[in-house]
């Protein structure tokens, strides 16, 4: 084994040993307790905007409605981890259907109908995975690059459009956007730590559950729910055979094809399922918003988008939400320093780029290939007077590496 | 539609389209090359460029040029300001690829981790010209740099005269001496460019990096000086179209990049990626493409336009028009 293990050594610990350490043991514990793991979990989201816990709480901005942008761009990093993540097709105009979605239910509940928006809903999220369906039936047949700027071309035509279209509201955009149907039970109040202990403020109540204009957190506790019901959904679809698809066609498509899977049909089911979750959150935006106007639909935001699900670990439904929360929180929550937030968070993604390359929160894939990539690697670039004996004692070296694939998967 | 428009000012939308379309051109080889190389989207060529308008413009003051400046010292100064412009951008986009790729690229990051430390470079480097005020106070040389860094958010205009004699006439539209700097420039620049790539030893081992970078490294080829030399060759050029920008639009701002990248990358995907000749000709079809539909559909529908034309080619030449390649072509 001597040679094996200088060959092998020294076996540093890897860059975010710390997340993934959390994960694996979180994996070890019994279902049940995961169970009860997630339930706390999503609790202790709800009661986030109430708890208003001091040092994550954004002074100057209302926490809840944070909370809700920050809900909403989890959402989407969620959809948009579908399309790159899992089927791996990188889309730049994911705007595009979060403004078709926020557009649909304007147009419906304001601009030319005055339907509920409950009623909406329905009908914005049929549109955008029809338009998602529509942009991927030309598109999907041209290869990765130009996907993604064909995507950043669509995403700014449906931006442009909106800006022309007097239909539409041109530049001035849709307003009045009615809210989701109230239904008051009880009034929740808020904790207050401007003491420094927690008291209970009678004075500053949320109810439950009415939808104002004043009051975000009940849209807020709405997009918990939708988010919490599209990583269920996530979850059964990346274990089925359609996830499987997914991952096959983004490994290598040629071989997915000659196994039998439909690549092409996958690929636009992958967008169009990806567009339905952007609707759903284009649709909570407007209906939080009052207003939608085009310039809150542009490239850039796109751009933020990509970033979150890439930041996180793409292909990892928790990375994306990680990554989602890096980038709608951390900028809220540092606002004293506005005029530099931008360049911190250039600065951020560079870093992290170079850093932690595959994400803060890989898949577990991911991790396993690059462990027997840097076991590979190690013994390519080992002291050359070893070489015979690493080839000697092969055997050992590749049931080293197996051992290690094996323990984290 | 105005067909009607089209069809009375078809020379001078074609001209001016010629003219925009020159300054896609230039920016886009940069594009072009970089991904023929590295099969990297380099999102931040675009603020490469606006460091170039930016060094124009403060070259223009450095000499003192203004609007009373006439005749050969105003070529003559303007010659001064593109060369500085291309100093600075090459050097930026040198320092683009020592900071945010070479480390990736040691490390051997997928391929969409190379573009996100990409996006934040951009970010970071627009962000840079935007605030060079506040930076320039927090390290207490605010006065000493006085207007190169005061109202570091606003337009920042060309300092010299921007009426231009018109030369010649076709067809009733009058070619102004702007229009014809523009266009020779550009060309001229695209020859050179095109010529270092064919006829050159380094242009031999940019072509091996990108057909093949790890067997042209066994061949002896350096291959992080290729990428290096890549990356200042994209830049040389693209602060050359940023002189050139200045003097067709007159003004920029620490985000004029942007959009302007957006295009220019989209003109290299149109002509086909990595292929030099295709990223010339999709400039141009682009630019003049863009301005006639500007003049049938209304100004607001410009951008639109491009983009359609773009999906429509895709559709039918999947590799854009010339087809993909830097070395040759590639499957």
């Not at chain 1, 709405?222 to 066609?249: F, P």
């Not at chain 1, 250039?346 to 890989?362: F, S, W």
């Not at chain 1, 390519?380 to 070489?387: C, F, H, I, R, S």
């Not at chain 2, 990297?40 to 675009?46: G, K, Y």
Request: charged fraction near 15%; include cysteine; charge should be neutral.
């Amino acid at each position: 084994m001597s040679g094996t293990t200088t060959a092998g050594a020294p076996r540093a610990p890897r860059r975010g040993a710390l997340l993934d350490g959390v994960r694996a043991r979180l994996r070890k514990t019994p279902r049940w307790a995961q169970f009860l793991f997630m339930t706390a979990l999503a609790l202790l989201c709800y009661l986030l905007p109430l708890l208003e816990l001091p040092i994550i709480s954004t002074p100057g901005t209302d926490f809840g409605g944070v909370l809700f942008t920050v809900a909403v761009y989890v959402l989407v990093a969620v959809g948009l981890n579908i399309v790159v993540g899992y089927a791996g097709l990188l889309d730049l105009g994911y705007v595009g259907f979060y403004a078709i979605g926020a557009y649909t239910v304007g147009v419906l509940t304001s601009q030319h109908a005055t339907w509920p928006w409950l009623l909406s809903l329905p009908v914005a999220l049929g549109v955008t995975m029809l338009s998602g369906v529509l942009l991927g039936w030309p598109t999907l047949r041209v290869r990765g690059d130009y996907l993604a700027i064909v995507t950043l071309g669509f995403g700014e035509i449906v931006r442009l459009t909106l800006i022309n279209t007097e239909w539409l509201g041109a530049a001035p955009g849709i307003s009045s956007i009615p809210a989701p149907p109230s239904l008051p039970l009880i009034e929740l109040p808020h904790l207050d730590w401007s003491t420094g202990v927690p008291l209970v403020d009678f004075s500053d109540t949320t109810t439950f559950i009415q939808f104002t204009v004043t009051d975000p957190v009940p849209f807020y506790w709405l997009a918990l729910t939708l988010v919490i019901l599209v990583l269920l959904a996530d979850k059964r679809i990346k274990n089925s055979r359609v996830g499987r698809s997914w991952e096959a066609t983004r490994e290598d498509e040629d071989a997915a094809e000659l196994m039998g899977v439909p690549t092409f049909r996958f690929k636009l089911l992958a967008f169009a399922l990806g567009a339905f979750v952007g609707g759903i959150a284009g649709s909570l935006f407007a209906t939080r918003q009052t207003f939608i106007n085009p310039e809150s639909f542009t490239l850039l935001i796109s751009i933020l988008f990509l970033s979150a699900v890439v930041l996180g670990g793409q292909g990892n439904r928790w990375g994306a939400v990680i990554g989602a929360i890096v980038v709608a929180y951390l900028p809220e929550r540092f606002r004293g320093f506005e005029q530099w937030r931008v360049l911190v968070f250039g600065i951020a993604l560079m870093l992290l780029a170079i850093y932690r390359p595959q994400g803060l929160l890989p898949p577990r894939r991911t991790i396993r290939a690059q462990q027997m990539r840097e076991t590979e690697e190690s013994l390519e670039t080992a002291d050359p007077t070893l070489v015979g004996r690493v080839a000697t004692e092969d055997g050992d070296v590749g049931r080293d590496a197996q051992e290690k694939g094996e323990d984290r998967g | 539609m105005q067909f009607q428009y089209v069809l009375d000012n078809f020379v001078s939308l074609f001209v001016g389209g010629l003219v925009f379309g020159a300054v896609y051109a230039l920016v886009a080889l940069g594009y072009t090359m970089v991904y023929g190389v590295l099969q990297l989207i380099n999102f931040a060529h675009s603020e490469v460029f606006m460091f170039g308008t930016f060094a124009t413009v403060w070259a223009l003051w450095l000499i003192g040029a203004d609007t009373s400046t006439m005749g050969v010292a105003l070529v003559l100064s303007l010659a001064f300001a593109m060369v500085v412009s291309m100093v600075t951008s090459g050097g930026v986009a040198l320092l683009l690829e020592r900071v945010a790729y070479r480390p990736l690229l040691k490390r051997g990051a997928p391929r969409l981790v190379a573009l996100i430390s990409a996006i934040g470079a951009s970010f970071v480097l627009s962000e840079a010209m935007g605030l060079r005020g506040a930076i320039a106070s927090a390290l207490g040389l605010e006065s000493v740099l006085g207007r190169y860094v005061a109202r570091s958010r606003e337009n920042l205009g060309l300092p010299t005269d921007r009426t231009f004699t018109v030369q010649f006439e076709i067809f009733g539209y009058g070619v102004t001496n702007r229009d014809i700097i523009i266009v020779v420039a550009a060309v001229l620049m695209m020859v050179l460019a095109d010529q270092f790539i064919r006829r050159t030893r380094t242009g031999r081992g940019i072509r091996a990096v990108a057909q093949d970078p790890e067997t042209s490294s066994l061949m002896g080829v350096n291959s992080t000086r290729v990428i290096q030399i890549t990356f200042l060759i994209g830049g040389l050029l693209a602060g050359a179209a940023a002189t050139l920008y200045m003097l067709q639009v007159g003004a920029t701002r620490y985000n004029a990049g942007f959009i302007l990248g957006v295009k220019a990358f989209t003109a290299a995907v149109l002509g086909g990626i990595g292929n030099l000749r295709g990223a010339l000709l999709g400039g141009f079809v682009l630019g003049i493409a863009e301005s006639l539909g500007a003049g049938l559909f209304g100004g607001e529908w410009r951008s639109v336009v491009a983009f359609v034309l773009l999906v429509l080619i895709l559709l039918f030449r999947p590799t854009g028009l010339l087809g993909e390649s830097l070395g040759k072509a590639r499957a």
